[in-house]
């Protein structure tokens, strides 16, 4: 409730997991839905709390939010590149690439080989988080046409 009075913004307060004291975010109102926090420590859980203000001045806090850990955003890493095959039989094929232009802020951990025939829809996994940038898919069918791909797999 806002009492009677139109809400004029909010206060944002945050404090670290192991810390009784909250720390103002804000300086002054802000009327946003969204606050930069800065001044964050890497690693350390924070939660924060939101109090509403107006002329009769501020509200109690709300609940806590869940507890958040400070880390740089990871996003999904680009496809690997310059795919090409290295070796191939009737009944097996394989394929080498190089590491992904992006990493998507965070490491590689691994490769995972897909394939399909080119008539079909679905894809079969040959193998995931695979560390090496090479494979052989095994166990072909001689003279199916398969669409092979390879997809980078970071902490995401």
């Known amino acids: 409730s806002d009492g009677g009075n139109e809400i004029s913004g909010y206060v944002i307060e945050r404090r670290e997991k192991t810390s009784l004291r909250w720390i103002r975010v804000n300086k002054k109102p802000v009327y946003d839905l969204r606050i930069k926090s800065s001044g964050l420590r890497e690693g350390c859980e924070y939660e924060y709390?939101?109090?509403?203000?107006?002329?009769?001045?501020?509200?109690?806090?709300?609940?806590?939010?869940?507890?958040?850990?400070?880390?740089?955003?990871?996003?999904l890493p680009s496809p690997p590149s310059r795919p090409k095959i290295m070796d191939h039989t009737r009944s097996h094929i394989t394929i080498a690439w190089t590491k992904?232009?992006?990493?998507?802020?965070?490491?590689?951990?691994?490769?995972?080989?897909?394939?399909?025939?080119?008539?079909?829809?679905?894809?079969?996994?040959?193998?995931?988080?695979?560390?090496?940038?090479?494979?052989?898919?095994?166990?072909?069918?001689?003279?199916?046409?398969y669409v092979f791909r390879v997809r980078s797999v970071n902490k995401i």
């Open 49 to 75: 709390r939101v109090y509403a203000e107006n002329a009769a001045g501020l509200s109690l806090p709300s609940d806590p939010s869940p507890l958040i850990k400070a880390e740089d955003p990871v996003f």
């Open 100 to 145: 992904p232009l992006f990493d998507g802020g965070g490491p590689i951990i691994g490769y995972t080989v897909e394939y399909k025939l080119t008539s079909e829809t679905d894809w079969s996994t040959a193998i995931q988080s695979l560390r090496g940038t090479e494979y052989t898919v095994m166990s072909l069918t001689s003279g199916a046409e």
